[in-house]
């Protein structure tokens, strides 16, 4: 199930932004099972590193994605209990890793054109973009699709209430980070509207996960 709707939300972000959605929805749903495989390996350093460096892959993409890395380091805290040193220098080695990767590439190019100025200009019209409440551009589609996948997150947090005791732990630290992450992308679809497209198909493949665990029950 967790499949359909990834498959699902990939296809919306093909849809209306293109390949690049796609792309940044299939990188950091698979970031986020790094990070949540964190909390079964004793040594879960890698997964955590792992995690990192798919971040800044999504935010290769598209810069904003980097803004997820104070969440990540959030569920290290709580719920998934494995907040140390040693796994936020390794979260935040993955992230420097693939700059340090690129960074020779692109101080080439952008040396050897002298465009700095462009540079700059790029980053301050990623600054534009960031407009709070800004509803002008918003089509029929988005908010109806918003609406539906709110109301039936909804109801799956609402029938999973009663089984909050039950399962086992890392089934209920799983459930805790996706739907934690189903709301951050409610509410921030909600402020900055002007990105619903990216975070439509996100909240979409966070979802997967929840549906999942429903459908599958808790005894396992």
């Keep these: 199930m967790s499949l359909l709707f990834l498959l699902g939300a990939v296809a919306y972000g093909v ?13 950091l749903s698979i970031s986020l099972v790094f990070l949540v495989k964190a909390s079964q390996d004793k040594e879960g350093v890698k997964y955590t590193y ?16 980097i803004t997820l890395l104070l969440a990540y380091l959030c569920f290290l805290i709580k719920p998934l209990e494995v907040f140390s040193v040693r796994r ?8 420097l890793s693939p700059l340090w990767l690129y960074l ?14 462009q540079v700059q200009e790029y980053y301050m019209q990623l600054l534009t973009q ?31 209430s009663a089984y909050r005791y039950k399962g086992k732990l890392f089934v209920r630290m799983q459930r805790a980070v996706y739907i934690s992450m189903v709301w ?23 979802i997967g996960p929840v549906a999942a665990q429903v459908a599958m029950g808790d005894d396992r």
């Design 15 to 27: 849809m209306t932004v293109g390949n690049m959605a796609a792309v940044v929805t299939l990188v």
């Design 50 to 65: 792992m995690a990192g460096f798919t971040l800044t892959l999504a935010a290769a993409a598209w810069p904003y994605a």
């Design 88 to 95: 936020v220098m390794a979260m935040l080695l993955g992230v």
């Design 104 to 117: 020779p590439v692109w101080l080439y190019g952008h040396v050897s054109a002298m465009d700095w100025q």
């Design 130 to 160: 960031v407009a709070v409440f800004d509803y002008d551009d918003i089509t029929v589609v988005q908010p109806v699709l918003y609406g539906v996948m709110l109301l039936f997150f909804l109801g799956l947090i609402v029938r999973r």
């Design 184 to 206: 951050i992308m409610t509410l921030t679809i909600v402020v900055l509207p002007t990105f619903s497209d990216w975070l439509l198909p996100l909240m979409i493949a966070f």
